[in-house]
């Protein structure tokens, strides 16, 4: 069964300053990543998704995996106090396979 | 605009009690899926569907009933629930065919069960 851990399990950052979150799966044959974004236990909205190795940008959000190293990491260009939330890495084999998330990254952004 | 719409969005159960909860998509996405989200443990896989008359156990699967009747619903049913329960719910639809593949959720149903 996929283990995904995320961490830290809180991060604050100031307003402008780069913030980094980190993801690390079990399974080594993963090759659909994303990265979602839940305001206030609501719904989820995907971020970025990934399906190699390298990086993938969506705006201010950048996506970094490398499956050697079982890892996936989000960066968040100028963060911005509206981009405070919770952050959820998803993983799975492939699109048809129900991804499994980390347990997510509490981010605070102070201006 | 893709949309999953859950219902109901508050539900106050009583131990032993049967509870449903439903979850309807205007996506014609075959793929549907019911998680539960608790503090500490993210979002756990409890019942998934690849179509109309399909139900697959996840990963947390007892005590808990899957229904997809047609593509548009699907329905997670609790026949006897219990506090350990309580949580918030969250269905989602996936079309696997897309270049992104990525899932639409609904904005959650938060049970207690008392």
């Known amino acids: 069964q996929q283990k995904v851990q995320q961490s830290p399990e809180s991060l604050t950052v100031s307003e402008g300053a780069m913030a980094s979150l980190n993801c690390t799966f079990s399974d080594g044959t993963s090759n659909n990543f994303r990265w979602y974004r839940q305001h206030s236990a609501k719904g989820l909205e995907v971020l970025v998704s990934i399906f190699s190795d390298g990086e993938k940008e969506e705006g201010r959000f950048t996506a970094h995996l490398n499956r050697a190293n079982l890892h996936v990491s989000l960066h968040i260009r100028e963060p911005q106090p509206s981009d405070s939330a919770v952050y959820l890495c998803?993983?799975?084999?492939?699109?048809?396979?129900?991804?499994?998330f980390g347990a997510g990254t509490k981010l605070s952004v102070k201006p | 605009e893709a949309a999953v719409t859950q219902s109901p969005r508050n539900k106050v159960a009583v131990t032993g009690g049967k509870v449903t909860l439903s979850c309807n998509q205007t996506?014609?996405?075959?793929?549907m899926y019911w998680y539960r989200q608790d503090t500490g443990h993210g979002l756990r896989l409890i019942h998934y569907?690849?179509?109309?008359?399909?139900?697959e156990k996840g990963d947390i699967p007892d005590g808990y009933k899957a229904s997809r009747p047609s593509q548009e619903n699907f329905s997670l049913i609790l026949e006897l629930a219990t506090p350990s329960q309580t949580s918030v719910y969250f269905c989602?639809?996936?079309?696997?065919?897309?270049?992104?593949?990525?899932?639409?959720f609904g904005e959650g149903s938060k049970l207690t069960v008392l």
């Open positions: 996506n014609n996405h075959n793929n």
């Open positions: 998803a993983v799975s084999p492939n699109n048809n396979n129900a991804p499994r």
């Open positions: 989602a639809s996936g079309a696997p065919t897309t270049n992104t593949g990525q899932l639409y």
């Open positions: 569907s690849y179509g109309a008359g399909s139900t």
